[in-house]
């Protein structure tokens, strides 16, 4: 028990048992004046740096972030360092995702002349950090955590650094869990690149939409609104009827002004039409939710349409130090590249 709980608990046996300044004895003595006490929690808690001049922090920050570098060159060669057996992909298997940064949005043209929008996703400082077999998780499939963008280890508890220790690498700003099937399990540590993907699959990226705050039904549901004018009195933004006489209430689910955005949501089936593995950006099609500079989950697509699109993809993942070389631009065979002739002649 807490010192102030010890503290409280001794006060009220004091007052109970009518000791010196107690209840009871101002009872005998006549005395019915008002009495209190003050109980004082002292925080014993302070900031990492509070008790540091700015030499020894600027110190410990630069030490930090050559020990974090360090420890990300270290992880760059997973196939040297003992890695887990690796197996061939089979139809059913179940690839991790990768933790991305959305950067923004630019046009892409194909060779017949459409114009598609494109989000850039760019996959920075993404480690595999645990491995979680089936029978610690639900019984049924194997899971992967996985971590993305570095972050400062000075603002988090200990008890959150320790997967990271564990793993061998630097603190991450999101960490994700994707299930996985047993034969794409990877060794914790692994660096995850944009390569894990190739032009022409299709997936799937989660994030968290922008927030709204409170908003009425117009913005929030589309609604159209009362008539601007034919004895509308501050009317004309309201929803209107909510429910009906026969009913007498309000059903669960009716459209009502509320919290608008600031959740979780999923864009299915976006096309990959371009990798670039010099900076591991993910070319995507279409837009993905949230705002600029935010953090996205990318896995493969879940939908049957494209199941046939993502046959034999790099599994269980790319390999920076194996076998296969890469150039530093991939595109889908549909993508006009500005370095080719725009006019042929037969």
Not at 6 to 33: D, F, K, S
Not at 58 to 81: G, H, I
Not at 326 to 346: A, G, K, M, N
Request: proline share 8%; aromatic share 10%; charged share 20%.
């Amino acid at each position: 028990m807490p010192g102030w709980g010890r503290l409280l608990c001794r006060a009220g046996v004091r007052l109970l048992a009518g000791g010196p300044g107690g209840p009871g004895q101002a009872a005998a003595t006549g005395n019915r004046g008002p009495w209190c006490f003050i109980v004082r929690h002292i925080n014993s808690t302070t900031w990492w740096d509070e008790h540091l001049s700015e030499e020894n922090t600027q110190f410990l920050k630069q030490l930090t972030a050559e020990e974090y570098r360090a420890q990300t060159a270290s992880k760059l060669c997973p196939l040297k360092d003992e890695p887990w057996p690796l197996r061939s992909w089979e139809p059913g298997s179940r690839r991790v995702g990768l933790v991305a940064i959305k950067l923004g949005m630019i046009p892409l043209w194909t060779k017949n002349g459409e114009r598609h929008a494109i989000t850039l996703l760019q996959v920075k400082d993404c480690h595999v950090l645990k491995y979680t077999p089936k029978e610690e998780y639900n019984g049924k499939t194997a899971t992967l955590t996985v971590g993305g963008k570095n972050s400062s280890p000075f603002y988090k508890p200990e008890s959150a650094l320790e997967v990271f220790r564990e793993a061998g690498v630097p603190p991450k700003q999101k960490t994700t869990i994707f299930k996985v099937s047993d034969n794409a399990i990877i060794k914790p540590g692994t660096p995850l690149y944009a390569a894990h993907f190739r032009p022409g699959q299709f997936v799937d990226v989660t994030a968290k939409t922008i927030g709204k705050g409170f908003q009425g039904v117009m913005k929030r549901w589309g609604f159209k609104g009362q008539p601007a004018s034919h004895g509308q009195t501050k009317t004309h933004r309201r929803p209107g009827a909510i429910s009906n006489s026969n009913a007498g209430k309000v059903f669960r689910g009716t459209k009502m002004p509320g919290k608008m955005g600031n959740i979780y949501r999923t864009a299915l089936g976006l096309k990959v039409w371009r990798i670039n593995t010099k900076h591991n950006i993910i070319y995507v099609n279409g837009s993905v939710p949230g705002h600029k500079n935010c953090l996205v989950k990318v896995r493969d697509t879940n939908l049957p349409t494209y199941r046939d699109c993502n046959k034999n993809p790099p599994f269980p993942t790319f390999f920076a130090d194996g076998e296969e070389e890469l150039p530093e631009d991939l595109y889908d065979q549909e993508v006009f590249q500005f370095t080719d002739p725009s006019v042929t002649y037969v």
